[in-house]
C-alpha cells in the first residue's frame, strides 16, 4: 500500500521563487486579479477554479503570499517543467488510477492548516464547452478537514501584455452539512458564475438562454 507522504518542505525554494515570478509575470501577461482578499490568510483552504492553461497555477501563485500545494498530473514532473512544479511543492497525481498516495498526501497538508490548489475539471479545457464537468476530490476532502474551498474562475489569453486575461477569486464557503453531490454543484455554480462575471456576462442571462 502507498504510504501517504507530505509534500517535501520546499517553502523555503517557494518563497525565493514566487516574489521573482510574480513580477515578471505580471509584467510579462498583464493579468487582471479580482477579489484576492477573498483568500484567507490562514488555516486549512482549497483553492478551485477553472483550467486552460498550464500557467493557470501562477495566477493564484500572485494573489497569495501563501504557499500552494498544487495538485498536479504526474507527467509534469517528467517534462522540461518539471523542476518548477518540484520546486513550488506541487503534489503530483497519476491519473491513470485512483491514486490515494496524493489524496492521502493533500490531506496531510489541509491538516496542518495549509493550502491546496486543485483544478476540479481535471484536466486542461481544450473543447468548445464553458466548463467541464466537475470531478468530487476537491469537494471531498473540504468536507473530510472542514477545509474552506475558495473558488476562482479565470478567463482570457496568455499573451504579451495581454487584455483580457483575468481571474476573480470568489467568497470562501465549507461544505458543512451539504453532499458532496449539493458541494460539487455549489462549486460548480460559483466558478461558472465568477467566469461570468469575468466576462461581463450576467447569469440571469445565461440561465434565461439556457
Keep these: 500500500m502507498s504510504k501517504s507522504v ?38 486549512a483552504i482549497i483553492i478551485a477554479g ?7 497555477q501562477c495566477l493564484t501563485i500572485m494573489a497569495t503570499k501563501r504557499v500552494i500545494h498544487y495538485m498536479a498530473k504526474k507527467e509534469y514532473f517528467e517534462g522540461s517543467l ?64 472542514d477545509a474552506y474551498i475558495v473558488p476562482f474562475g479565470l478567463t482570457g489569453e496568455y499573451k504579451f ?13 465549507k461544505v458543512g452539512e451539504m453532499t458532496v453531490e449539493e458541494a460539487n454543484q455549489k462549486l460548480h455554480d460559483e466558478i461558472e458564475g465568477l467566469m461570468l462575471e469575468s466576462l461581463g456576462i450576467p447569469a440571469d442571462e445565461v440561465r434565461k438562454d439556457a
Design 82 to 145: 518539471a523542476p518548477f512544479f518540484r520546486l513550488v511543492g506541487c503534489i503530483p497525481v497519476d491519473r491513470s488510477r485512483k491514486d490515494f498516495s496524493s489524496a492521502k498526501s493533500a490531506l496531510t497538508v489541509l491538516k496542518d492548516d495549509g493550502a491546496i490548489g486543485i483544478f476540479p475539471e481535471g484536466t486542461r479545457n481544450k473543447t468548445d464547452a464553458f466548463m467541464l464537468p466537475l470531478k468530487h476530490g476537491a469537494v471531498s476532502m473540504a468536507k473530510k478537514t
Design 161 to 173: 501584455r495581454s487584455k483580457d486575461l483575468k481571474v476573480i477569486f470568489g467568497k470562501p464557503f
Design 6 to 43: 507530505k509534500p517535501e518542505n520546499r517553502e523555503t525554494g517557494y518563497k525565493i521563487l514566487t516574489p521573482i515570478m510574480r513580477p515578471l509575470f505580471k509584467l510579462y501577461y498583464n493579468p487582471q486579479i479580482i477579489g484576492a482578499e477573498n483568500i484567507p490568510d490562514d488555516g
Design 50 to 56: 477553472n483550467h486552460k492553461h498550464v500557467f493557470d
